[in-house]
């Protein structure tokens, strides 16, 4: 049988207890931020490459008064695909073939992606600036 005697010393007062409670809880939020932190920025290094703007496909009609897509919604040409972006604040279109417009869907949902990560990194540190004090108004 092993007897295990615990002193507690005279001089730790209700308050001092509590401040020791509070620094734990403290210091394991903040380990569970740093390690979302670490998750998302390993999710950030394994990204592809990322692109800005929008893939369209579209069907149109080619303006001949006897060609059939006039009036036939479903005798329209296409499909054409085309990737709309903005340049020195232009909003620029350009037509893609359909293997382009893959890659560039591809390219766009990771920059989706991208913005995702960046804006949970940048919650993330708020809260741990949150939990080492730093004023934040
Ligand atoms: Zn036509």
Not at 4 to 15: A, K, M, N, S
Request: one cysteine or more.
């Amino acid at each position: 049988m092993l007897y295990l005697t615990v002193y507690i010393p005279q001089d730790i007062d209700q308050r001092n207890c509590m401040s020791t409670k509070g620094d734990e809880r403290r210091r394991q939020a903040l380990e569970r931020e740093h390690q979302q932190h670490r998750k998302t920025a390993e999710e950030l290094a394994t990204l592809g490459y990322v692109l800005q703007g929008s893939i369209a496909r579209r069907w149109m009609t080619c303006g001949k008064a006897a060609c059939p897509c006039t009036d036939d919604p479903t005798a329209r040409h296409g499909p054409y695909y085309t990737w709309t972006f903005k340049r020195g604040g232009k909003t620029v279109c350009v037509y893609l073939t359909a293997d382009q417009a893959t890659l560039c869907s591809q390219w766009i949902n990771n920059n989706r992606r991208l913005e995702r990560l960046v804006a949970k990194l940048r919650a993330v540190t708020r809260r741990i600036a949150q939990l080492q004090q730093i004023p934040s108004k």
